[in-house]
């Protein structure tokens, strides 16, 4: 009789225990999935930093050069924000003062390339101030990108952010590469080596400009490579 009432109470406590889980169950829903793990505490923080920018009363500006074309100008950061992280990105385009549009050349720089007011000066270069180049090439441009700080000293900040520089070929230019503009490369003389480093040069045929990307300010050149042999 013992015996019978213990198994008799074992069924109906397992019953009971799971009417109860499935009672607890049902009142609690469905299980929930969590779509995004909670955010760590604290938070992270925002992605890049804000640059600093220096109002132009508190500049000491840099006298542009005399020669023509040039410029010195003042360039405030542009702040690049958690996005984009890839081009396109907001940017300001600086240009150099020649008087035919055709002889100019252009900067972009990007939002998140400097993380200070920077000033800027350009100025072209005659031929014969410049250093000379290797065999089997012909320099045929050539001018100086030089970057100063807020207080007119020299600096030579790396850009984060590669710059990209634009140029249109002149006729001459274009002539002392066999007529082949794809065959002009920009380079950026290298003062310990004593040597002008070429850079990737892209040329756009659509729009008959040369770009590059450079980081860091320098003296630039054009070099022609001369015409292949048929």
Known sequence: MTLFKRGLLIPL??????????????????????????WPTPPPGPIGSFPEVVPA?????VAAPATPGSIALQIDPIF????????????????????????????EFDAGSLGRTTQLVYVPLPLPSAPGTG?????????????????????????????????????QER??????PSRLLVALYEPEQGRWQPLVTNYDPAKGTLLVRTFRPGL??????????P
Not at 86 to 97: D, G, M, Q
Not at 223 to 229: M, N, Q, R
């Open 57 to 61: 009363n508190q500049v000491t500006p």
């Open 13 to 38: 406590a397992l019953g009971l225990g799971l009417a109860i889980a499935g009672l607890t169950t049902g009142l609690g829903g469905a299980p929930r999935a969590l779509a995004q793990l909670p």
């Open 135 to 171: 065999q089997g090439q012909t320099l045929v441009r050539a001018f100086r990108m030089d970057m100063y700080d807020t207080k007119g000293a020299p600096a030579s900040p790396a850009f984060k952010i590669p710059v990209r520089l634009t140029l249109h070929p002149r006729p």
């Open 175 to 180: 002539a002392a590469s066999g007529g082949d």
């Open 80 to 107: 690049q924000g958690p996005v984009p992280r890839i081009p396109p990105r907001p940017s300001v385009a600086v240009s150099s003062a020649e008087s035919d549009l055709q002889d100019r050349v252009t900067w």
């Open 220 to 229: 630039y050149g054009l070099l022609a490579l001369p015409a292949p042999v």
